[in-house]
């Protein structure tokens, strides 16, 4: 209170640490928050060596530069710890970023099918692709665009018939492709259905209109050319390029296969990492010797490592594959319209990468094509059974690891406390800080477990911003969408909570993140649950320090203290004192990482 009183009038903190050398660069002229306290503010900060090595008054700061140290006058522009992303999958943002963006709005600019063919005949003219060579994009989104379906192999063939064709839909569920794909793959009206999977077809007839649901998009990965391994790796530098330009420099992998996790790997010792990435691979793939490595390795930092196990108790709430303890607002009326989430699926980048996988990678992609009958009671289903469950928080709570535990629906939430009572009956293990990862309808009798339990909620409020008028509306009705990610809720218990963008479901931008969590405005514009919306102090400490604290990091990111790593962000305008409406529009300037700018 007394920091904060401070702050408040005009009065800055003493200069904490000390210079034992000249430190190599110094920031002021702008507002340094070093997210210790709500409010606490310097006026300069001397990094060292990539480390912070003080942070007060601009005299008292300037007093210990030397000769070759660089000052950096920011003008007025905001510093920030950088940004710690406390959940995504960066490999598949990373290869998203190699093909061909449509996202729908407001995630991105597709509004309709025209939108999607304007940007593939706009990919083919800027890269002059060669006839014959694939045409890759991802992320639409059929209930997104206006003509309310599928891009048929009609409206990709209007693009090319020289190119083949293939978009991957926003769920990873379902892709669609043009004749000349459906050609190299062998795809045909005589083609059968796979077992768990369908191809759609023209009315009237059995000639494919190019939408493949599930395991039918298997025809179509096998015919995907595979990209060199040193084409991989350009994917993920530039995906990682692209997170540092965002501001973050930790990230999550947090669904991963052993064909990412061996890209990483490669990816860390080729030295092309700009930032500090965490994996969690899925349960469904790991084996006594990936359980083993992990133990060894998960609180030991470094560029790469393994930070525990991931698991997949649910889908999407949007997806109608969410598990809730009570039936959809609005019952869903095919099977198309239930897709499973993207935590648990690997498939847009076997898109990508193409080539071989394991069995344990495909016996994973098998327990995503779970399908239910639509009924009026239908409340979706879990992906888990509670002996999996059990079994691996066991093994988890043995190891001494952590574990990350995707539920959207309450029910799903349920299945996990009921295998965590199970294996710790009353001993709670808050000091492995597993994660319940979206909690997107956690209950109130739930946030008291898991407080109890010392488990953290990860949000992801971008739910709000584009599915709330649909969760309104459609999926939850209105009662259940006001609550969801209700992190003021979990905050008031005395919480930790972090937010994060679940890319590449939603994009990179923390500050979108951010400003979700505080506005809680859907698409519409309209407000939804103001009680659960928090504070831009709140929002930031959600992915500085507290995310930092997920990570088992604190003691060197998430605040700017002397002793901490030098992981910064600049960004174009105070947070903390814009107009909260505005904080969207607020720029990443400059990361560094360590000291070193990654991104201006």
Partial sequence: LITALLTFFGVMLPVKGSCAQAPDTIYFGGPIYTMVHDGDRVEALAVANGVIVAAGAKDDIFKTKGSDTTLIDLSGKCLLPGFVDPHSHVVQQALKFSVVNLDPYPIGDVKSIEDIQRKLHQRIEETKLVPGKWLCGWGYDDTGVVEGRH?????????????????????????????????????????????????????????????????????????????????????????????????????????????????????????????????????????????????????????????????????????????????????????????????????????????????????????????????????????????????????????????????????????LIEAIQQVRGKRPRPELRSVIIHAQTIRE????????????????????????????????????????????????????????????????NILNVVSSAVNRLTTSGKLLGAEQAITPYEAFEAVTKDAAWQYFEEDRKGTLEPGKLADLVVLSDNPFTIDPMEISSIRVVETIKEGKTVFS
């Fill in 445 to 508: 009798d739930q946030l008291d477990f898991a407080a109890q339990q010392g488990l953290v909620p990860s949000f992801f409020p971008i739910h709000v911003q584009f599915w709330g008028d649909r969760h309104r509306d459609l999926f939850l009705g209105p009662e259940r969408a006001a609550r969801i990610d209700p992190a003021r809720s979990a905050l008031d218990r005395g919480m930790k909570i972090t937010l994060h963008h679940d890319a590449p479901v939603a994009g990179i």
């Fill in 151 to 415: 891009p048929t192999r009609e409206d990709l063939d209007a693009v090319s018939t020289t190119h083949p064709i293939l978009l991957m839909h926003i769920s990873s569920h379902l892709m669609t492709a043009n004749s000349k794909a459906l050609e190299l793959a062998g795809i045909t009206a005589d083609t059968p259905d796979p077992e768990g999977g369908k191809i759609q077809r023209m009315p009237s007839t059995t000639e494919p209109n190019g939408v493949l649901e599930e395991k039918a998009m298997g025809f179509m990965l096998k015919a995907l050319p595979s990209p060199t391994a040193d084409r991989a790796l350009d994917m993920l530098e530039y995906g990682l390029d692209k997170y540092a330009e965002a501001g973050i420099t930790t990230a999550q992998e947090g669904g991963g296969v052993p064909g990412m996790l061996k890209l990483l790997e490669s990816g860390a010792k080729a030295g092309i990492m700009p930032i500090d990435i965490v994996s969690y691979p899925v349960y469904a793939t790991l084996d006594d010797a990936t359980f083993s490595r992990i133990a060894e390795s998960w609180n030991k930092p470094a560029r790469y490592r393994m930070g525990g196990i991931k698991l997949v108790l649910d889908g999407s709430i949007q997806g109608y594959t969410a598990y809730l303890s009570q039936p959809y607002h609005i019952q869903p009326g095919s099977e198309t319209e239930k897709e499973a989430d993207l935590c648990g699926s690997d498939t847009g980048m076997k898109m990508v990468l193409g080539g071989n996988w394991s069995d344990a990678e495909n016996e994973a992609a098998e327990q995503e094509t779970k399908t239910h009958t639509g009924v009026d009671s239908y409340r979706g289903y879990a992906n888990m059974t509670l002996e999996e469950v059990v079994k691996y928080v066991q093994m988890a709570d043995d190891l001494g690891i952590p574990f990350l535990a995707h539920t959207n629906g309450d029910a799903a939430t349920d299945l």
